[in-house]
């Protein structure tokens, strides 16, 4: 793979957080990522913590139709069919949008915003489609584009629920049939998914994200077990 140009001389070490704190659910589709953010905003909201939450994509708004268009397979049927780098800008794009019209004055003015999904979800699904060798340039690329380039704030905390892809594929045909719905061209290709695990796995071990283990013996653990992790983790950010 050709090395993308550099716009910036930063490494991602070297980006300056901004005022506020930002934390992050991240996962893999199957993960109860959505379950456990909802948790924990509603722990948070019962002991009346001041904070902002935002899901990503926000499919509702114009600013995500690219990234619309990708998944519901106008620009190919298949995730490779779209570059990493491409199919990246469609979600940065969105992420900005966000960050400029809803929340940046919140943030730094302070505030603390928790996100389910931020740029760590391309490097987990985007970076699936890099070779292994290369995939650590392709997410300094990632951080060095998003924080270095359009300026989006840089995670305090990003906490990465690590599932298997058994799991994963059975959680999330029973989410399918509960709200009946239909699988993107993501969530069709179960070898697309497995080398997202595997891709995520090597990101948080590259940014040094907080790993759960969401799995035990071949078996999820328990809603109240994981958030309880999830909680220990991002309560030290609320004083």
Known sequence: MKKPPRFARRAKDDIILMQGTLIVLEGIDGSGKSTQYKKLCERLCEQSRDFMQ??????????????????????????????????????????YASFKTDWEQYFQNGGTVVLDRYTTS??????????????????D???????????????????????????????????????????????????????????????????????IACVKDGEMRSIADIHEEVYAAASRFFK
């Open 141 to 211: 690329w990632l951080y060095e584009f998003e924080f270095g380039i359009l300026g989006l704030p840089k995670p305090s905390l990003v906490i990465y629920l690590d599932t298997d892809i058994s799991v994963s594929r059975r959680q999330m045909s029973e989410r399918q049939n509960e709200t009946n719905t239909k699988a993107d061209i993501h969530e069709k290709d179960f070898e697309y998914l497995a080398q997202c695990l595997y891709a995520g796995r090597a990101a948080a071990a590259h940014y040094g994200w907080h790993k």
């Open 122 to 139: 391309n490097a987990c699904h985007q970076g699936s489609k890099i070779p292994e060798a290369e995939r650590p340039a392709f997410l």
């Open 54 to 95: 935002i899901t990503f994509p926000r499919y509702d708004k114009e600013s995500s139709a690219l990234l619309r268009a990708y998944l519901n397979g106008e620009f190919g049927s298949k995730p490779g069919d779209v570059n990493a780098f491409a199919a990246s800008t469609f979600y940065a794009v969105d992420r």
